[in-house]
């Protein structure tokens, strides 16, 4: 009886890894089924084919669990993509030390990719696997390129991502209309010859599509003859996934051209704003087809001493406060962290009315269980908030406090109104903002240079900090900036605006910065002029105001 619950206690204690392979679709990260999102959160472990799958951990609705290992698979010696054996060793490696591990494959892990050998080798060495399906790269992919299969008068579809292309495979490519096949840069010589040898026709239509579904998609329409050069020019990586369309859906591919015709497809948009702040700014941008880059231009750090704080704490749990204001997240960070120092959550909350004073600060507030009683529903700033602020009322309100918890150089404005309306505000230094460290050196070239299509500021600290830590964006680069305040800055630094968002928020910035692309495009049609990025103008002086 003993060694039989000796033995149930070791079955118990001993932790068995699982694999998951999880679908991520031909490149565009929003394209991620609610599947691979939950997979991902639960991960101990994360790998990767290549390091572009990196921009799909950055999609805000990714959130890895704290201490998953990310690792990527990379190439043989000889610069080629790793045979299955090799990937399964490295799979089995990490479920071995009994953790979840996600496979991230791209497209559609038993369709477009050969993993199924992964999937047998665990099943040999004892790791249970499972799939989660994702948009197979093989219809995906035409379809951002503008291709409509359904009017391709019969489609036959071939994933040749490994070995080499065989003719008896291939005599079924005579018969349809319509050709797709996946495979890699490297293998396009190859698949011309097997093509032409099995009676396509050398002059057929065929379109070559580079990045499918990312923000770098790449389009030619050519001839089957061409499809090797013409890939050869584009693309310099062999081991490159590419597709090629061939037959008669391409025909009438430009009139159905959508994602490649965005208003900021393929622009490359700075953002001075740290990743965590910029989410909802590079999410909107990128679904006008924007690659954002966000360099943070300023640095967080706590309040030169601590007493302040430790008493505005102290004071809202014994129920000093009426009303607590949060006017950006990192005072909401500032203020979650110091709960943390105390042992206290949210709940310490209960009783109190609190405000913030904008959707992303309530968004940071809700995050951490609190529902704010006021957001303003017109201008979403600290005047905004101000304006919808309630007076004090001696009946109402049995204590007239304000806790303001705010940085340590933020405006008086909020303060100021609320004294006006009766109440007595408590502003608190929660946080210091310093300037963040200069970008990497290729950054800072990038956007002196005019590499940067667009720059978005979302103050007027952003200006002052980007110029002062990598210089004015060049002549080239279009200046957006979130409203009237931050377009005077960015004009008493030489640099003239071409955006003022109507309304002070990151969407209506974003929205706006779309809004002129699209005129710059149109107007750049009408004029029978090849549609350029800004980044691709002449060089030329420096833009002033």
Known sequence: MQQARDGAAAAVQTTRGRVIFVGTGPGDPDLLTLGAIAALGDAGAVILDSERQREILQHPSIKLADGAEVSILGLSEAGKPLPPSARAKTVLKHAGSGVRVVRLVSGDPFLDNAVSDEAAACVRGGIDFEVVPGVSSLTAVPEYAGVALNNAGGVHFVSATEGRFAKTAAAEWVGVATLVVSSRVGMMAEFVDVATSVGRSADELALITLHGGSTEQLSITTTLAE?????????????????????????????????????????RVLVPRTKDQAASLTARLRTYGAHSEEVPTISVEPPRSPLQMDKAVRGLVEGRYEWVAFTSVNAVRAVREKFEQYGLDARAFSGLKVAAVGETTAAALQAWGIEPDLVPTGEQSAAGLAAEWPPYDEVLDPINRVFLPRADIATETLSAALTELGWEVEDVTAYRTVRAAPPAAPVREAIKTGKFDAVVFTSSSTVRNLVGIAGKPHASTIIAAIGPATAKTCEEHGLRVDVVAPKPSAL??????????????????????PVTKPSQRKAGRRRTS
Do not use: C, M
């Open 508 to 529: 209506e910035l974003a929205d706006a910065l779309a809004g002129f692309a699209a005129n710059r495009r149109d107007a750049l049609v009408a004029e029978g002029q």
């Open 227 to 267: 499809v090797a050069d013409e890939t050869a020019k584009i693309a310099a990586d062999p081991t490159d996934l590419i597709h090629i369309t061939l037959g008669a859906a391409v025909q009438n591919r430009e009139s159905l051209s959508w994602y490649e015709t965005k208003p900021l497809f393929g622009w």
